[in-house]
């Protein structure tokens, strides 16, 4: 964090002292932070800067991307630059002369979605590194939009990237005995870090609030902050629940395609998922329709005003936040090429999750948030229909076992390592 003064910065007496005091202070918390979380991802980001000549990191804004970075640079030469930062894009004016300049260097270019322009640049630099025996760690980028938005900004660099998506902190990235702390909270740092649940929910309304008024007016067409909050807290009050973009067009006087924009961005941010119902042809009507959840359970609970584990426990939305986030720890976890979907037919059979490994078979998964957990009929008879490879039931308990009809009960760190392929 740099701090400026618009006139002479002279820190003498007490207001220097505390300045000095504020600063160190900001960075011994960022320090402890950097300490406290080894990202799951790092092994993989550092292999594939060693395979690809640049890789794009992307997550929401505040996930850790630009910690991660610097920690992967931080014992190879390397140069940072902040895209929002007028002063590093004017050293971009000249992209090639200054870029080539650093041609032996990792380039970490921050919020590249900023300047897509720059795509077709790199394009040259790395054919041009390439034909000198550069072949790969040149440019490490970091954005805030989806994969398939900034792909179709980076096309020029077919075969000359990889995509990596860095998501807020799941199980395997926290102590064993903080998995509730993550559920209420949510995963992105420093609202898990906070020293309190108010001061949590604080940032969290913060974050929220500047998605709304600065971030997402830098992406398309104007649009109203308070429409789009009322639009992210209808979801939140449906999370886990089909798309009824009828339902949410009434309620917040909008036309369908309107709603179906509104929630393209979202996904486009990665702050929510559209998880899709799974289809083969088995002659029963199954829905069409996906299934919405706030990604981050920490940003659902402070869109429902929700603060403690007593605020959510008492609240309606206890299951469906809990559901999603299981999805989410189950999702992150698996290979990037894996298939998440649902499962729902007319007559009641349904699967809260089907995960398809790479060359497997089916998973049915289902959520339970009790102790005791119960399958209905539904659930044997989707499994019927999609002969799943195994069968299991997600809780917050922490042992597992087997029920009737060879169906194991886990655990959701089991879960997690289970996806990972541990």
């Known amino acids: 964090m740099e701090m400026r003064c618009s006139g002479p910065c002279i820190h003498t007496g007490i207001h220097g002292r505390l300045i000095g005091f504020y600063i160190l202070a900001i960075r011994e918390y960022e320090a402890v932070i950097a300490r406290m979380i080894s990202r799951r991802l790092k092994p993989h980001l550092i292999s594939l800067l060693d395979d690809y000549p640049a890789v794009a990191l992307l997550g929401p804004r505040q996930v850790g991307k630009t910690t991660l970075a610097h920690e992967v640079a931080s014992n190879i030469d390397s140069v940072y630059l902040d895209l ?14 200054y870029l080539a300049d ?18 077709q640049c790199l394009r040259g630099l790395i054919d041009s590194g390439r034909r000198k025996g550069i072949k790969s760690g040149r440019f490490l980028l970091l954005g805030s939009a989806s994969m398939d938005l900034l792909q179709q900004s980076g096309e020029s ?3 000359r990237i990889a995509y990596l998506e860095l998501a807020p902190l799941d199980v395997s990235e926290v102590a064993s005995n903080a998995q509730d702390q993550l559920w ?7 609202s898990l870090l906070q020293k309190d649940d108010g001061k949590s929910l604080t940032w969290r309304q913060n974050f929220i609030r500047t998605y709304l008024e600065r971030d997402v007016p830098q992406l398309g067409p104007r649009i109203p902050a308070e429409t789009l909050r009322r639009f992210w807290v209808m979801l939140a009050h449906t999370q886990g629940g089909l798309l009824n973009a009828a339902s949410l067009a009434r309620g917040l006087d909008l036309d369908g395609k309107t709603i179906a ?16 119902p799974w289809h083969r042809n088995i002659g029963k009507r199954l829905t069409k329709s996906p299934k919405i959840y706030v990604r981050d359970s920490g940003i659902a609970h402070a869109l429902l005003g929700l603060g403690s584990k007593e605020d959510v426990l008492s609240h309606p939305a206890v ?9 989410e720890n189950i999702v992150n976890s698996a290979p990037a090429d894996a298939v998440a979907s649902f499962y729902r037919a007319s007559g009641g059979a349904e699967i809260d999750l089907i995960l398809t490994l790479p060359g497997r078979r089916p998973w049915a998964i289902e959520i339970k948030r ?22 299991y039931v997600i809780y917050p308990g922490r042992e597992g076992f087997t029920m009737a009809g060879d169906v194991q009960v886990i655990p959701l760190a089991a879960g997690a390592r289970l996806a990972r392929g541990q």
Not at 103 to 119: H, S, Y
Not at 184 to 190: A, L, N, S, T, V
Not at 381 to 388: F, L, Y
């Open 84 to 97: 929002e930062s007028p002063a590093d894009r004017a050293k971009l004016s000249e992209p090639e002369l």
């Open 102 to 119: 650093h041609e032996n260097k990792l380039v970490i270019l921050d919020e590249i979605q900023r300047v897509p322009e720059l795509f």
């Open 157 to 159: 660099l077919a075969g």
């Open 184 to 190: 209420i909270r949510g995963g992105f740092p420093e």
């Open 261 to 276: 924009r509104y929630l393209d961005l979202m996904v486009d941010l990665l702050l929510v998922r559209r998880l899709m």
């Open 319 to 327: 299951g469906p936040t809990w559901e999603g986030f299981v999805i």
């Open 370 to 391: 009790s102790l005791e957990p119960k399958l209905s009929r539904g659930f044997h008879s989707a499994c019927a229909d999609v002969e799943p490879e195994a069968k």
